[in-house]
């Protein structure tokens, strides 16, 4: 195996970047010769100039960044970089395997530990420190690691179950845990220091369905009482919380893109009721998912299941016509709905009832800048593509294929970028109109 990774490092010295007419591509990774990428668990820098995946060699596995490549692991899950690129966290069950109880928190190769159980790590925006779970001893704590650290330097009260990850604040100065505690039947939202001293806490009999705003400054979530569920809103550090009217079950929790609007559906004595803020809106059928805000959050979509139907649904219209319907998507003011229409085993996209050509699948729907193109990943002959169609769904651009694509999305000048796997290489490419 030394010689494959040796065989690897060298490789990765041929790293280019292609720089052209404004726009970067770049080689960010190669998978290590032998190994399996671990598709579903790759993830980039915010800047897109770097790429951690998991790659496994028979029954073992490693985390790799750049020309990092960690020691086998039996198990490894939730890879997370950090804010600069320079480190890589995962959880690492002890290889061989047979560990399942001693897990550690791994930081470019240095461990804490060992726990019970290491999930969901977080980076602090300065990359200096890591926030993450830790089960041991039958409770659960939101830990705090120092980068280049083997031990815990705080952490917050035990608990049953967290029931998310830890949230941190955008200047990272605040974390968020929401705790179960199964004895004394509460829910606790703590809000805690970085260095876990105790800020603020709401404690209601549950808590669920958090929801943050696009820039981290708000909050919304589920809170039970008296057998009554509610919607809470707050600043992310709370102390300003509103309760909002009672229901019998509350679902579907989202906030617009500008967090200024939060949508919900309710269930009050057998009246489905749909919510934009604090407006009861009667309806007829109980939505799907997450409802589906405008960036105004004036205009909202869902998608629902009647009689074993699906539809969608927006400004009172029903829009289906096809077998299934999924995944709607409206522009940044509202005018313009997309979704998907499956047909026959054909998927194809709806704009505004223009349909754009068939292919195997089709997700990632995200209008451009402008709301006058939109941009989809597309599934064809067993390779993926990004096309970009204008409203009327004629095809202004797509392909090349690659074997995979991962997190398209749209940068301030409309350039859209994606990463692509291609052959044994992952790639960060930039896709435009021109």
Known sequence: MRHLIIAFLMLLTLLPTFVCAGYREQRLGVIPPGNQLDTANIVFTPDRNKVAFRAQFGDKVRVVLGDMVSKPYGH????AISPDGRYVAHNGTPDPKGHEHEQYLVVNGIETGPFTTVCNPTFTPDSSKVIFEAEYGGKWRHALAVIGSTIIAAETERADMHTMQPVISQDGRLIVSIQQHYEAKKSVRLVSTAQMREVHRREYDSISDIAYSADSLRTAYVARRRGKSFVVTSSFAGGDEQEGAPFDTIYGLAFSADGAHVAYG??????????????????????????????????VAYRAIVNGKSFIATSGRMISGYDDVSKPTLSADGSALA???????????????????????????QFAPGDKHLAFRAKKGGLYQMVIVDLQGKVVREGPQFVEIWAPSFDEDGLLGYGALDGNEIWWKVFTLK
């Open 76 to 79: 490894v899950r939730h890879v």
């Open 266 to 299: 309710a269930l009050r004595g057998g009246q489905h009721l749909h919510l934009l803020d604090s407006e009861e809106r009667p309806a007829a059928f109980f939505y799907e998912g997450l409802p589906i805000l405008s960036r105004d959050g004036k205009s």
């Open 339 to 365: 979704f998907v229409g499956e047909k026959q085993g054909k998927w194809r996209i709806n704009i505004n009832g223009n349909e754009t050509p068939d292919y195997d699948r089709v997700d990632a729907l």
